[in-house]
């Protein structure tokens, strides 16, 4: 029964970047070497060449606009606190671009096409500051300058194709997670304009115009509720919207990229968790649906779909069935034209999955995820639940879940209120609240799964990493007698002191999502945390976590740990020398799955052995 190793082993491409001046160049994130890292991408030969061999892994990166360099944090064990480095495309040894800044959480770093900038957010001492500084490529000298500092969450979105504009996502404008979009003059610093629809509304998917003299953007914006794509002049505030979405639609659709001509935008719709691509042109205002092959493309959003210097759209793709694969897509029909980087091994066969609803009380739908294994019902179930908690499941291939179905467990993985693509006031529904809708969906789908004959009541299993990880154990202490047993990964036990310990980024997202920090928002911090319902845990536990974690530090899970041992309640906690990636070494990934599996058919067979007794036998 170890096959179930091999889906674990597949070496596969996560996620592409290109150059966006040079797109026969991009970047990769493949775990060929056994460990996540970075890797430089001849598009024109298909030759992947290994930049980086970092122990902990290296799961982010950028390319320069030229195609010229490679850049990644260069963080202590994964903690995602560090400086930018720099390394040429054909590899080479790596640069601090930044030796006088203190440590740093950075996620974007951005060239502008003529090579003579650079621009990134560092975000420390509590503050998001962008700094734009000479590319020292360049030759031309001087020192970083501050274009924009706020204390809300913020990011930059790159360079126009002049170099002389930056764009700039923030929420200073509320202070929760809904953003606008500013833009800045990079020799002035002065704000040329902003796109902003209101206090109640968000915008995503920001990217400009690769047309000369052409500083318009394309983005994505939820003012009727549900993601839909515009076109913005900043300098002249012109809009144009593509395809708004109307009343009653329950998609939400994103703008991926522009093709090199400006003609055409790659789009991605989404409904009900199914993906569907599509073709806005832009002379003539049509959107024309691909006629592509069923699946997820993307990982998390717009990573890995980049139109190519030629106009195919690249496209990375997966499905229950088939492992993360990149593909070349015609843009006339969306049909498959070849596959650029597949997994080097074929896995085992995996199970398929098929798309569920269920309602809460309520009756608002609820979207999942079902896989069975053979035979014939009821099952022992596993609930799993997604991080995020902005994020969204969709049909991908799994090896955690196919493991599971392995070994004669029935897998289901939610899109719980908080879930991205379902509409803007279903994402927002948590905020405030935490923990509290998302374990009502959960309960709510364990009983679906019951009544349909799919989940044997009594052995039901709950899952999830991250914020999932949280659920996990929310759902373990607020809805006890439900679960035979929980297994959360890199989780958040307790958000008082995980709100002390993380890092700058996720502090201030933490303050949206409640509202304030827990000096002004305690009750409802502590009424979120997992540490609060230790004494009406009634099932056994297992966490695994991460030493390093600045996102779900160790601190808060040790202080679980201990109060569930003062109480008498079985915990057992697996710790790793690493930080929030804990997938990005696959030997390490098989170790955790296979310990989460011994502790699940562990408990349900000393549960069986009871029941036996109980009955005499």
């Known amino acids: 029964m170890d096959s179930w190793k091999e889906r674990f082993r597949a070496r596969v491409v996560l996620w592409t970047v290109p150059a966006s001046a040079n797109r026969n160049r991009a970047l990769a994130v493949s ?102 500084m000479p590319d020292p490529a360049a030759g031309t000298g001087g020192t970083a300058r501050i274009l924009y500092q706020s204390a809300f969450t913020s990011w930059s979105i790159g360079f126009d194709s002049s170099g002389r504009l ?64 515009l076109i913005w002049h900043p300098r002249t505030g012109e809009r144009h919207d593509i395809a708004p979405a109307t009343a009653g639609d329950e998609s939400e659709v994103v703008a991926w990229d522009w093709s090199a001509d400006g003609r055409s935008i790659l789009l991605s719709r989404v409904a009900n968790a199914v993906q569907t691509l599509s073709i806005y042109e832009v002379e003539t205002g049509r959107v024309r649906p691909l006629d592509h092959p069923a699946g997820m493309y993307g990982f998390w959003g717009d990573d ?82 997604h991080g995020g908690p902005e994020m969204v499941a969709m049909e991908t291939f799994a090896p955690r879940a196919q493991l599971w179905l392995d070994h004669g467990f029935a897998f289901v993985t939610l899109n719980y209120h908080g879930s991205t693509t379902f509409g803007r006031a279903f994402k927002e529904s948590i905020w405030g609240n935490p923990g509290d809708r998302e374990v009502g969906d ?32 929310l759902a373990l202490g607020t809805a006890p007698g439900l679960w035979v047993a929980g297994m959360a990964g890199i989780a958040v036990a307790d958000w008082v002191s995980e709100y002390e310990d993380e890092n700058d980024s996720l502090r201030a997202y933490d303050r949206a999502l409640f509202g ?73 990934a098989i170790s955790h799955q296979e310990a989460l599996l011994d502790f699940a058919l562990r408990v349900l067979e000393e549960r069986r052995s009871r029941s036996l007794a109980a009955a005499g036998v």
């Open 166 to 229: 930056l764009g700039v996502i923030s929420s200073e404008r509320t202070g929760k997670a809904r953003y606008s979009l500013i833009v800045i003059d990079v020799e002035s610093g002065e704000r040329v304009g902003e796109l902003w629809d209101g206090p109640e509304c968000s915008l995503s998917n920001v990217r400009f115009s690769p047309l000369p003299d052409d500083p318009r953007v394309v983005a994505a914006s939820d003012v009727t509720g549900s993601l839909s794509p």
């Open 304 to 385: 890995g779909n980049w139109f190519s210097a030629d106009g195919d759209i690249v496209a990375q793709w997966q499905d229950a069935t088939h492992p993360a694969t990149v593909v070349l897509l015609d843009p006339r029909t969306g049909h498959l034209v070849r596959e650029l980087l597949t997994p080097s091994t074929t896995p085992p066969p995996s199970r398929p999955w098929r798309s569920i609803t269920y309602t809460v009380d309520d009756s608002e739908p609820i979207q999942a995820w079902l896989a069975t294994p053979e035979g014939s019902g009821p099952f022992p179930t596993v609930i799993d639940t």
């Open 442 to 473: 959960i309960v709510a789908g364990r009983q679906w799964l019951v009544d349909q004959g799919i989940a044997r009541a009594d052995e039901v299993l709950i899952t999830g990493w991250s914020y999932g990880g949280f659920l996990t154990l």
């Open 31 to 132: 775990n060929r070497s056994g460990v996540l890292q970075l890797y430089a991408w001849d598009f024109a030969r298909n030759e992947l060449r290994q930049l980086t061999d970092r122990p902990t892994g290296a799961t982010e990166g950028t390319i320069s606009a030229d195609g010229r360099w490679v850049h990644y944090l260069d963080d202590a064990a994964g903690d995602e606190l560090g400086h930018w480095l720099r390394i040429p495309f054909e590899g080479g040894d790596a640069i601090d671009l930044t030796p006088d800044l203190p440590r740093y959480n950075s996620s974007d770093l951005h060239t502008s096409p003529d090579g003579r900038l650079i621009a990134f957010t560092a975000v420390h001492d509590d503050k998001f500051t962008l700094y734009a």
């Open 516 to 588: 304030g920090p827990p000096a002004e928002k305690m009750d409802a911090y502590v009424r979120a945390s997992p540490l609060t319902y230790c004494a009406a845990v009634d099932a056994p536990v297992l966490i695994v976590q991460g030493r390093n974690d600045t996102r779900c530090p160790a601190r808060q899970v040790e202080l679980y740990e201990a109060r569930m041992r003062e109480l008498g309640k079985p915990i057992e906690v697996i710790w790793f020398d690493a930080g929030h990636a804990a997938g990005a070494d696959i030997e390490r």
